[in-house]
């Protein structure tokens, strides 16, 4: 786990890992959206997700199959005070 700014906000990040690699999580409460958006590089691919009151974004390697990770993750964070 680190924390790294973004939007002025210190952010949290993990990294897990997946079938094909190292998967990045960022957890940003506060940062709302209103629908996935995805993200997509030239050797990575994720997505943002709105979550409660924050968004939560999974990224990958462009092989790894993040759907099972992405509902793995929705169901675990919970933001609080």
């Known amino acids: 786990a680190k924390s790294c700014v973004i939007n ?4 949290p990040h ?8 190292p998967v990045t999580l ?9 629908s ?7 050797s990575v691919h994720g997505v943002i997700l709105p ?12 092989a790894e199959n993040l759907d099972e ?3 793995r993750v929705v169901n675990s964070v919970e933001w609080s005070i």
């Open 8 to 11: 002025g906000k210190i952010v």
């Open 14 to 21: 993990l990294v897990i890992q997946g079938r094909n690699g």
């Open 26 to 34: 960022l957890l940003m409460p506060e940062e709302m959206i209103d």
């Open 36 to 42: 996935a958006v995805p993200l997509e590089g030239e």
């Open 51 to 62: 979550h409660g009151d924050g968004s939560i974004a999974i990224i990958g390697e462009r």
């Open 69 to 71: 990770i992405e509902q």
